[in-house]
């Protein structure tokens, strides 16, 4: 591709991806996210705090249950406090793919909007049946009185259906440099 080519097509993503969310995503600092490494990094520190997220208030209210001495409140303050550091990694996360899941349309090129599409299929294709049976398994469980449990395979089974487009798009991309940085040492 030659520099002046380069410069347009440079220019048309700089006016294409305008605001301040595009501007968040495309900031310099972002870049370190951007590689198959921290890609992959991001995805198990997101799952994680998924499983911390959903685990801990869980017990805390559990012990409240068994020791009206524990305060409730403090079940209402895990969950806030656990919820600060997940959101944040799920920005990264989304950052490592240059943001192509908040992003409009019109903020994204073709190629972008064929990674995001792909990874939503991929994701609603393998979630469908795990949620069916998600679904039956809390019914199940809530039906047998066992709210507790219910109540936390429930919230798994809710932040992987939101996560799991993020967590393939980011897996492909990481794939994707993996293959890259192989065949880039192959030429040289």
Avoid at 40 to 63: E, S, V
Avoid at 78 to 85: M, N, Q, R, S
Avoid at 117 to 145: C, H, K, N, Q
Wanted: charged residues 15%; aromatic residues 12%.
């Amino acid at each position: 591709m030659s520099p002046a080519t380069n410069a347009t097509t440079a220019s048309t993503r700089a006016e294409r991806r305008r605001g301040p969310l595009a501007a968040a995503f495309d900031h310099p600092s972002m870049t370190r996210y951007q590689n198959a490494g921290a890609r992959r990094r991001l995805i198990g520190i997101h799952i994680a705090l998924t499983l911390i997220l959903t685990t801990i208030p869980q017990l805390l209210y559990l012990w409240h249950r068994q020791d009206a001495a524990m305060p409730l409140w403090a079940f209402a303050v895990a969950a806030v406090l656990l919820f600060i550091p997940w959101m944040f990694v799920t920005g990264m996360v989304n950052g490592s793919v240059y943001g192509i899941f908040d992003l409009k349309d019109a903020q994204l090129d073709e190629v972008e909007r064929q990674h995001r599409d792909a990874a939503y299929r991929t994701a609603y294709r393998v979630m469908f049946p795990f949620t069916m049976v998600g679904i039956g398994m809390v019914a199940g469980l809530v039906e047998s009185g066992r709210l507790a449990l219910a109540f936390w395979c429930g919230a798994i089974l809710f932040a992987l259906v939101l996560a799991l487009p993020q967590y393939i798009a980011a897996w492909r991309f990481a794939a994707h440099d993996t293959v890259d940085s192989t065949t880039m040492g192959d030429d040289a």
